[in-house]
């Protein structure tokens, strides 16, 4: 009997030991640690959304959405048709002039980053990332946003806005501008002209970095 019991307390011993030796049990999954690559925090945007209508017919459904800052100096494209991007505007001048000039298109190198085919009608979105147009952050304050449409040869609309970035979410609404002007054998348009259409109303969001 002496012999069994001094068996039975080795066992013990050695169980002991193995227990001891094993690897801590793994804490509930409530209390394991976040991973040390968290997702950095969005650094904020401003979306620009207004409703597109495409237009038939020559001299129209070119556009061009843009940033400036409170003191008018240009900022940064977001987006403009391709048409006149590319080189249109040396043969159609009337098309989104206002863009063409204040973007300096002329001496502009790269062209394919801020342009597309004009979209088909439904509600259009862009997005400013908060930089300009060397994609370096610019500092908080007061924003202007733009969106000039060619509704017809001459005729054009121009949407103007303004908000505020760097505190709380904003958001805003642009006025509408018109321009009704004839050229060569074509009439102006007028207040109940279907091209009035094309574009807006146009509104900005700003989110702040989250």
């Known amino acids: 009997m002496r012999r069994i019991g001094e068996l039975i307390i080795l066992q013990l011993i050695v169980l002991l030991a193995l227990t001891s ?21 969005e650094s904020g945007a401003v979306t620009i959304d207004f409703d597109f209508q495409k237009q038939s017919g020559h001299a129209s459904n070119q ?4 940033i400036e800052d409170a003191d008018g100096r240009f900022v940064k494209t977001l987006y403009a048709t391709k048409f006149t991007a590319a080189g249109g505007y040396k043969n159609r001048p009337d098309s989104i002039p206002e863009w063409t ?10 062209v394919d980053a801020i342009t597309g085919a004009t979209p088909q009608s ?17 500092p908080d304050g007061t ?10 040869w001459k005729n054009s609309v121009m ?3 303004e ?15 018109l321009i009704f002007e004839a050229s060569e054998d074509q009439p102006a348009l007028n ?10 109303p146009v509104t900005a969001s700003y989110t702040p970095p989250s």
């Open 101 to 110: 000039a204040r973007s300096g298109l002329a001496d502009m190198t790269d």
């Open 191 to 200: 207040n109940s002209s279907a091209e009035l259409g094309m574009i807006g």
């Open 159 to 161: 949407y103007i806005g």
């Open 143 to 152: 924003y202007m946003f733009f969106v000039e449409g060619s509704l017809r």
């Open 63 to 66: 556009f061009a959405v843009w």
């Open 21 to 41: 030796c094993a690897a801590p049990a793994a804490p509930p999954a409530d209390t394991v640690a976040p991973p040390a690559d968290t997702v950095a925090p």
């Open 163 to 177: 908000i505020e970035i760097g505190g709380e979410a904003a958001s805003a609404t642009a006025d509408e501008g």
């Open 122 to 138: 439904g509600a259009l979105k862009y997005t400013w990332d908060l930089t300009d147009a060397d994609n370096v952050p610019v």
